[in-house]
C-alpha cells in the first residue's frame, strides 16, 4: 500500500466516508475481522448518527410532526442525495426544505416544508448577533419631508420575509416546549405573513396582507417614491403613510440612504 502524507491521507478518508468504491477504499489495509468497507462504515455511520442527531435539534416541529422513523429517513435520503456535501450540515439544514417537497410519504402533509423554512430561519437568527433595529428618528426628522421619495429604507440585517398558505406560525407555536392551549389547528385559517429578525431576542412578528406587501418593497433596496408607487398598484386600499409609521414603531424600519 502506498504510503501517503497527511493532506493525502485526510482527503482519502473523506472520499471513503462519502462513496465505497474500491479506488476510495484501496488505502485501507484489510483487517483480520473487518473488511475496509466495513471499517470506514464505523465511522460513516458514527458521522451520519451526529448529522441527523443536528437536523433534529435544528427541525423539532417537523420531527415532531412525522415521527422519529419517517424523520430519519428523510434526512437520509437527503444525506444520499447530496454525497459530495457530506457531512456539511448547513448545507444539509438549508436543502432540508425544499427536499421535504419531494418525499412521497409527507405529501399529505403540505405545509411541512413551509413549516421546516420557519424552523430553520428561526435556527438562523438565534445563533446571530443581537442587532440594533430601530432608525435614528433624529436623523430622518432632518430631512426634509420631500426628499422622501428619494430615500432608501432598510429593514432590520438578517431579517426574513416568510410567507405561506398555511397557519406555520401557529402549527409551529402548538408544538413549543410547554405550549399550553388548545393543539387545534385549522389549516384553511389562511395565508400566513411573516418577518423573522433578530433583536435583542429572535422575534417574528405576523403581519397583515398590506404590511407584508410594504416590506417586501421596502427589502427590494427601491426609492420610496417608487414603493408607493408600486403599492398604490398593488394595494390600492392601503394607507400608506400608516403602514409606514407603524412599521417604525415596531422596529421593522431600521435605516435609511439616498438612493
Not at 465505497?20 to 475481522?33: G, P, V
Not at 423539532?60 to 457530506?86: H, K, T
Not at 427536499?99 to 421546516?116: G, P, R, T
Not at 398558505?165 to 409551529?172: A, D, G, H, T, V
Request: aromatic letters at 10%.
Amino acid at each position: 500500500m502506498k504510503i501517503m502524507d497527511l493532506k493525502h491521507l485526510q482527503q482519502a478518508f473523506c472520499n471513503a466516508l462519502m462513496t465505497s468504491s474500491e479506488k476510495s477504499l484501496s488505502w485501507i489495509s484489510s483487517h483480520a475481522h473487518l473488511a475496509p468497507e466495513a471499517q470506514i462504515s464505523i465511522y460513516r455511520n458514527s458521522i451520519l448518527g451526529r448529522v441527523i442527531k443536528v437536523l433534529s435539534a435544528t427541525f423539532p416541529v417537523c420531527l415532531a410532526l412525522v415521527g422519529e422513523p419517517c424523520f430519519r429517513a428523510i434526512c437520509r435520503s437527503l444525506i444520499d442525495a447530496f454525497p459530495d456535501q457530506f457531512p456539511e450540515i448547513n448545507f444539509f439544514a438549508k436543502q432540508f426544505p425544499l427536499f421535504l417537497q419531494e418525499i412521497k410519504a409527507v405529501q399529505h402533509l403540505a405545509y411541512l416544508s413551509d413549516v421546516a423554512q420557519l424552523e430553520w430561519t428561526y435556527h438562523r437568527m438565534h445563533y446571530s448577533d443581537p442587532i440594533a433595529t430601530a432608525i435614528d428618528l433624529r436623523e430622518l426628522s432632518q430631512i426634509d419631508e420631500s426628499q422622501y421619495g428619494r430615500l432608501c429604507f432598510h429593514l432590520p440585517a438578517n431579517c426574513t420575509l416568510l410567507s405561506s398558505l398555511y397557519p406555520i406560525l401557529r402549527i409551529w407555536q402548538v408544538n413549543q416546549p410547554g405550549f399550553q392551549g388548545s393543539q387545534v389547528v385549522h389549516l384553511d385559517e389562511g395565508e400566513c405573513r411573516l418577518l423573522i429578525y433578530r433583536a435583542e431576542n429572535v422575534e417574528i412578528a405576523q403581519l397583515t396582507p398590506e404590511m407584508f406587501a410594504l416590506l417586501v418593497l421596502l427589502h427590494q433596496q427601491k426609492s420610496f417614491e417608487w414603493v408607493c408607487e408600486s403599492m398604490s398598484i398593488q394595494n390600492p386600499e392601503a394607507d400608506i403613510p400608516l403602514l409606514f409609521q407603524e412599521a417604525i414603531q415596531q422596529g421593522w424600519i431600521s435605516g435609511f440612504e439616498s438612493c
